[in-house]
């Protein structure tokens, strides 16, 4: 089954530092999405990106999706003690209904 | 922006009770799922319904879970004898199909559910 798996397992950089994490998986997908999840609280869906695109941008976010080497990379740009929380990537199949395969995740930590 | 909505944040029960967690999916969505988190690792899916049935579960979703969608509005989950490994974060999502944004899954904010 397709698997997101991410790296580093954590991350610890200072205010106004980029931060970037990356994902690999398995098998063929239909999209790849990054969710965030501040401690203990509920997942908030940041980006998705189709199989069919190689990059997009959101705000201080760009995500890259490469198919040939089934990997996937976020970078925060500029980032904030806010954005301190664990990151994960999460694949989805052919179907646009189909169920997501999420990674270990990263955990970001940023310092003031 | 409309959300995913679960009640209850958090559930404390005896190992061997029933317990059934809520869901308010977002209101013109078909598609909805539960996923769960065991504390420290990943997001797991266990099961996902439309048109009143379940389309696809996964391994964990065994004969003592069941999903129901008793009216136009909740989604539940309900375990029917909790296990001690039964303790995690239950996350309920939705999806839109036919949409812009059709294959984003809105979740909820969870429920944590401990079985002592």
């Known amino acids: 089954s397709q698997q997101g798996e991410e790296d580093p397992q954590a991350l610890s950089i200072q205010e106004g530092e980029n931060a970037t994490m990356n994902c690999s998986y398995k098998?063929?997908?239909?999209?790849l999405q990054w969710y965030r999840q501040n401690s203990g609280r509920g997942l908030v869906h940041l980006i998705l990106?189709?199989?069919?695109?190689r990059e997009k941008h959101s705000g201080r976010l760009r995500v890259t999706l490469d198919t040939s080497k089934k990997s996937s990379s976020l970078l925060i740009t500029a980032s904030r003690a806010a954005d301190t929380a664990s990151y994960f990537c999460?694949?989805?199949?052919?179907?646009?209904?189909?169920?997501?395969?999420f990674g270990k995740g990263t955990m970001l930590l940023v310092s003031p | 922006e409309p959300e995913v909505t679960q009640t209850p944040s958090h559930q404390v029960t005896q190992m061997g009770q029933e317990v059934i967690l809520r869901c308010v999916p977002i209101s013109n969505h078909l598609y909805f799922y539960w996923y769960r988190q065991i504390l420290g690792q990943k997001v797991e899916f266990l099961v996902s319904f439309y048109n009143n049935e379940i389309s696809e579960k996964s391994e964990i979703f065994d004969d003592q879970f069941s999903v129901e969608r008793p009216d136009g509005s909740n989604f539940t989950l309900k375990i029917r004898s909790t296990k001690l490994e039964d303790s995690a974060m239950y996350f309920c999502?939705?999806?839109?199909?036919?949409?812009?944004?059709?294959?984003?899954?809105?979740f909820g904010p969870g429920t944590r559910l401990t079985v002592l």
């Open positions: 999502a939705s999806i839109l199909p036919g949409q812009v944004r059709a294959d984003t899954q809105y």
């Open positions: 098998t063929s997908i239909n999209n």
């Open positions: 999460a694949t989805g199949g052919h179907s646009g209904y189909s169920t997501l395969t």
């Open positions: 990106i189709r199989s069919n695109e």
